[in-house]
């Protein structure tokens, strides 16, 4: 995984970024002058403010190395400069035509720290992106799903928001 490259749009760096300023310039700040404060009352191992600060203190690091790693291995992708592009690639807004369930639904492609699925954002990783991707308009995709195989066809590709 330290090879992998993180693609990402530049709203999910964006949201990575400022996750990541407010661990450390907010809540860390706060929580080290609760455990500090705590500290100071004496003895810690029946101290709660100390014992659980400690543990959420340990929480926010790791979450931080986490975030900082993501960041360093992020390759933003900026699916506007694709504008015109009439084939899926990342960033892509994606209406498919379900040919088993007869229903229409709008995927979105983005990077595996933006996964949002009640929004239709999928990762470029899932097996649905990667049959889209290189495809157009037009082009039935064949998807193995856990529910059985599933056939869609593509009826728009867009790099902007579709309109509602």
Do not use: C
């Not at 080290?32 to 003895?43: E, I, M, Q």
């Not at 157009?136 to 579709?162: C, K, L, R, S, T």
């Amino acid at each position: 995984m330290a090879d992998e490259k993180n693609y990402i749009t530049p709203q999910g760096h964006a949201a990575i970024e400022a996750e990541f300023q407010e661990l450390l310039k907010v809540e860390r700040p706060a929580l080290v002058k609760v455990v500090s404060w705590a500290a100071g009352n004496g003895d810690r191992s029946e101290n709660g403010d100390y014992i659980y600060g400690k543990r959420r203190l340990r929480q926010i690091d790791s979450r931080l190395r986490f975030l900082m790693q993501r960041m360093d291995a992020a390759v933003i992708v900026d699916p506007v400069s694709q504008q015109g592009l009439r084939k899926v690639f990342f960033g892509a807004w994606v209406t498919l035509y379900s040919l088993k369930h007869d229903t229409e639904h709008t995927y979105r492609i983005v990077g595996k720290d933006e996964l949002e699925p009640s929004m239709g954002y999928i990762s470029w990783v899932s097996p649905l992106a990667r049959a889209l991707l290189g495809k157009q308009v037009g082009d039935v995709v064949n998807v193995m799903a856990p529910a059985g195989d599933e056939q869609y066809e593509i009826i728009d590709v867009q790099y902007q928001a579709p309109n509602p």
